[in-house]
């Protein structure tokens, strides 16, 4: 069996949070079709919409009436970015899912770096190599996976790479376990992965690309604050469940 023949015989859930990304959201699911749709028939799009202040839920709705494939999810209100990708992969209802940012940073074509990972490995992550992002915030995001590594040891060396592969039964499996609902979000996500047992493989991803319209909310100061709130209640409720 070929390798497309291969593919062709799963399913996959595209997923990504969007917040303010009236600019972006569209031309990523135009990206996103093009990407998966030669891998799979049986696929679907899900945007969560996370309380946006902008046209982006508007704009998902157009791409849906040319891509019935394509799916909104709203919050009402801003809830923070874990939620909006919890929200994203538990609505989700295919075999695989495929996780990205809806920022447009990622050339969506590195998804076949991924999908060979998953049979020998539970979780497929990519790592930005190299990061095309501002100076201070690559600091920052190294800053983080490390002190991520400190505080719960290796889960892989970006936390918060937003591309991932998975099957969809480790959300059933370690879902309920995750609370974080802010940017703690995905290092909660590895460490409950990697202590259930599963298994990540780690590639690198060439493709990443600076962000050509929208803005990033990751340094804003009540981002960050909670972020570290949400990271320092994790390490306490892992004591906590190791006590005996």
Wanted: net charge neutral; proline share 4%; with cysteine.
């Amino acid at each position: 069996m070929g390798t497309k023949e291969k593919w062709k015989m799963l399913s996959i859930s595209a997923v990504m949070p969007a917040y303010n990304e009236e600019d972006n959201v569209g031309p990523i699911v135009e990206a996103m079709v093009a990407t998966i749709a030669p891998l799979t028939d049986d696929y679907e799009i899900i945007v969560v919409d996370d309380g946006s202040r902008d046209g982006t839920a508007q704009k998902v709705k157009e791409a849906a009436q040319k891509y019935p494939q394509a799916r909104l999810v709203q919050h009402e209100i801003n809830q923070g970015y874990g939620a909006a990708v919890f929200t994203a992969f538990t609505s989700s209802t295919r075999d695989l899912i495929f996780f990205t940012d809806a920022d447009r940073q990622f050339d969506l074509n590195e998804i076949h770096k991924l999908l060979p990972l998953i049979g020998e490995a539970d979780l497929a992550v990519g790592y930005r190599s190299p990061r095309r992002d501002p100076f201070m915030r690559k600091l920052n995001g190294w800053g983080w996976s490390v002190l991520a590594t400190l505080l719960f040891g290796y889960t892989a060396r970006d936390v918060d790479c937003a591309f991932k592969l998975f099957r969809r039964e480790i959300i059933d499996e370690i879902g309920d376990q995750i609370v974080s609902r802010g940017a703690t979000f995905s290092a909660e996500f590895l460490v409950r992965a990697k202590r259930a047992g599963l298994t990540i493989r780690e590639v690198p991803l060439a493709g990443h690309r600076p962000r050509v319209a929208g803005s990033q909310t990751g340094a804003r100061l009540d981002v960050i604050l909670r972020a570290f709130r949400e990271l320092i209640r994790f390490r306490l409720q892992l004591w906590a469940e190791q006590a005996p």
